[in-house]
């Protein structure tokens, strides 16, 4: 009697939809809030310069500040999240503080304002940003991890996109007018809010400690480990070489773009950035980080030598397409190792020191940028930002070779 034949093995899943749920509704609630942000920071740039008559220099600044300002809060939020054992309800303040602050916006009539109006918004994404992907690392099984953070990070980018998209379509609608559009802006950020409020659970996690002596303690920096600390030195060093988006934003209206269609820049760039960055996550499961981040680095070299030689729309289009490239080749994939590498019950602690490194380095990157755009020229800028990028690249030969860093994570 021939023995029946073994039943065929179904055929393995996208690794996308295997991801959870509650990183699908995480992904939804950055792609509201992106939307929002992004609208507002497509137009914040020549507001700044053409309405307040602001210098690029001080742009560079106010921009550097913001991102320290966000570096310093994911400490304290992502040290906090692993103590307290909750990580949704203080991603949840952040976000609801961040539409608090979107109306201040287009109610600003001065630099000051203006500032209060960006720290405030900086702030509230210090506050989430870490116990998010600190969430998104507690519920992600390893072996899935690039695949969950680049599905974020691509609808993170999906609203990227969509916020510049709008304000240009918003900006036609207004004759020009910045205000009514930054208005419009306030919308998707309160549906953000209100998304993580009603439809994100965080599943119950063991060892979360109360809080002691401050949210900041030196034992929970060192027990992070060496393959931690490496990985955010290399995020920092990687950070240098790339300066605020507000930059692209002041090379798009040299390159010859009108204000109203300056948004459209940055539509481009996270097109490209929404279309890789989850190929890319499931790419590097399967063989490895640390080339990918090379070839990151690599094309955001390319991309800045072409920004800083052309002088057109297409060599223009050809370095923001490079650029987005390159974020989707390097942004997931560090918040990845950054899970691959820390403890499991300080996350949190991990990614809000990883943000506080990376941020702090955008500081002076960012301060940089506006003087030698202000001293010499949107060439000069793009040009110092391609050595950075071939000097961050030699920074990879800290971290290991092979499929999801084997052999960093110190548990």
């Known amino acids: 009697m021939t023995p029946p034949e073994p039943a065929p093995r179904p055929a393995p899943s996208p690794a996308w939809r295997e991801v959870p749920r509650t990183v699908w509704t995480l ?59 909750s990580r949704k309800w203080l991603a949840f303040i952040g976000y609801g503080l961040a539409a608090l602050s979107k ?10 304002f203006v500032v209060v109006a960006r720290l405030s918004d900086r702030v509230a994404k210090g506050i989430r940003g870490a116990p998010r992907d ?53 919308l998707p950020a309160a549906l953000s809010a209100l998304l993580i409020l009603v439809a994100v659970r965080e599943p119950e996690r063991n060892g979360a400690r109360a809080v002691k002596q401050g949210p900041i303690r030196r034992a929970d920096l060192i027990r992070l480990g060496r393959p931690f600390w490496l990985v955010a030195v290399v995020g920092a060093l990687f950070t240098v070489a790339r300066f605020s988006e507000a930059f692209l934003i002041l090379k798009s209206q040299n390159a010859g773009l009108s204000p109203s269609l300056v948004p459209l820049s940055m539509v481009g760039m996270n097109v490209v950035y929404s279309a890789t960055a989850a190929p890319v ?4 499961d399967r063989i490895g980080r640390r080339g990918l981040l090379g070839l990151g680095m690599a094309v955001l070299a390319l991309a800045d030598i072409l920004l800083a030689a052309s002088t057109g729309l297409v060599g223009l289009a050809l370095g923001l397409a490079l650029w987005g490239l390159h974020l989707a080749l390097t942004q997931g994939l560090l918040a990845a190792l950054v899970a691959d590498t820390a403890p499991e019950e300080a996350r949190g602690t991990a990614f809000g020191a990883f943000n506080l490194l990376t941020g702090i380095a955008l500081l002076p990157a960012s301060v940089l940028a506006g003087v030698l755009w202000q001293e010499f020229g949107p060439a000069a800028t793009f040009a110092a930002a391609a050595g950075f990028a071939a000097i961050a690249a030699l920074s990879l030969r800290w971290l290991p070779r092979g499929p999801q860093t084997a052999g960093l994570s110190p548990g």
Request: net charge negative.
């Open 103 to 112: 109306p201040l916006f287009p109610l600003a009539h001065s630099l000051d």
């Open 281 to 284: 996550g499931m790419m590097s």
């Open 134 to 186: 600190a969430l998104i690392a507690d519920i992600t099984p390893a072996t899935l991890r690039g695949a969950a953070f680049g599905l974020r990070q691509t609808l993170d980018t999906i609203g990227a996109f969509g916020g510049p998209l709008l304000a240009v379509l918003l900006m036609a609608a207004y004759g020009g007018h910045i205000r009514p559009v930054l208005w419009w802006a306030v």
């Open 27 to 85: 992904g939804f609630v950055s792609m509201f809030m992106d939307v929002s942000s992004e609208a507002i920071h497509a137009l914040l740039p020549l507001f700044l310069v053409d309405t307040l008559g602001v210098a690029v220099a001080a742009v560079g600044l106010i921009e550097g500040l913001a991102e320290a300002t966000t570096a310093i809060t994911k400490v304290f939020s992502g040290m906090l999240s692993d103590r307290l054992g």
